[in-house]
């Protein structure tokens, strides 16, 4: 059996740890390097508790070693700052990246994928990898054709960088595809402090939430006439991510396209 060859950038990080310690128990992949601007010199199973894996952190991902790893697959759970510059490292590479990380936004995802099509090479995006999360989008997607009011409020740990967060987005999208945009509440209605109502995505409220001892929660609420309507996913560990990140590896091996969302892979 010919293994995929893995690389994971932010390999130091809450995710990266967990990704390495997934990719160690599947016979079909093989790490081959790890990068992180922490932990630079360790060998990887020091830093994410599993045996000695013979292979060391490399400080920010660069060209050159990721062509050196000979990866297939490059696994990006870094920060908003770095994983646009990742992915194009990858793609330039003939790599595909695997991007968990959220935070780019439309011009760069654009950008990507332009440069998907000139390399021929494949990149997968998911903002989300937990299947229940998936599941959440696609109840809100489908509750969205009868309430057309909506806010959302997403939970997460107060390490978080990005907000909203890139689930949020996602799940504002959806919600567009089958609601136009519209005003929600009072036409006349003002924010006495900034910022009151959350952010505003075709009229769709997201209000963002970052409190120690979270892991990442979202609630989706409908209100219709003398009814209402919430749908929630909470992740109480990141392991429940790892299905999602192992199917993502293996289906972004045969991609040739910009593929976004696990959902795609999914029945
Ligand atoms: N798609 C999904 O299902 C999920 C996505 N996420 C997203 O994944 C990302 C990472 O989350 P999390 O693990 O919690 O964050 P962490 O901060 O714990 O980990 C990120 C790691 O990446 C390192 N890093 C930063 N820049 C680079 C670089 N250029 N090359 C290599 N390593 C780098 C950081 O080092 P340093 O601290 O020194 O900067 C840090 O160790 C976030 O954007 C988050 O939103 C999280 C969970 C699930
Ligand atoms: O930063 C996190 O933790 C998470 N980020 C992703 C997002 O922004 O939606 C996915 C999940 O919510 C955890």
């Given at each position: 059996m010919k293994k995929i060859r893995v690389f994971v950038a932010g390999a130091s990080g809450k995710m990266g740890q967990e990704v390495i310690r997934s990719i160690l128990r599947e016979?079909?992949?093989?790490?081959?390097g790890a990068s992180d601007t922490?932990?630079?010199?360790?060998?990887?199973g020091f830093v994410v508790g599993?045996?000695?894996?013979g292979i060391d952190i490399t400080g920010p991902l660069g060209l050159e070693f990721l062509r050196s790893s000979r990866a297939d697959v490059l696994v990006d759970f870094t920060n908003p700052q770095s994983v646009f510059n990742n992915a194009k490292i990858a793609i330039m590479a003939g790599v595909v990246p695997v991007i968990g990380?959220?935070?780019?936004d439309e011009a760069e995802i654009a950008e990507i994928r332009t440069l998907v099509e000139k390399q021929n090479v494949g990149a997968f995006l998911a903002p989300n990898f937990s299947i229940g999360a998936i599941l959440m989008m696609r109840f809100a997607g489908e509750a969205a054709k009868y309430f057309p009011n909506v806010d959302i409020i997403e939970m997460h740990h107060d390490?978080?960088?990005?907000?909203?967060s890139g689930t949020a987005l996602k799940t504002a999208e959806g919600i567009l595809e089958v609601r136009q945009p519209m005003i929600q509440g009072h036409p006349n209605e003002y924010e006495k402090?900034?910022?009151?109502?959350g952010a505003d995505l075709g009229g769709i409220h997201i209000h963002s939430v970052r409190l120690p001892g979270l892991i990442a929660h979202q609630e989706v609420l409908f209100g219709g006439l003398g009814q209402a309507l919430t749908i929630r996913h909470d992740a109480?560990?990141?392991?429940?991510?790892m299905p999602g990140v192992i199917l993502g590896i293996r289906k972004a091996a045969e991609l040739t396209e910009l593929v976004i969302g696990l959902e795609n892979f999914l029945d």
């Open positions: 016979d079909d992949l093989l790490l081959v922490r932990h630079q010199g360790m060998d990887v599993a045996p000695r894996v990380t959220t935070g780019l390490q978080k960088l990005d907000a909203p402090i900034p910022g009151a109502r109480f560990s990141r392991e429940t991510y």
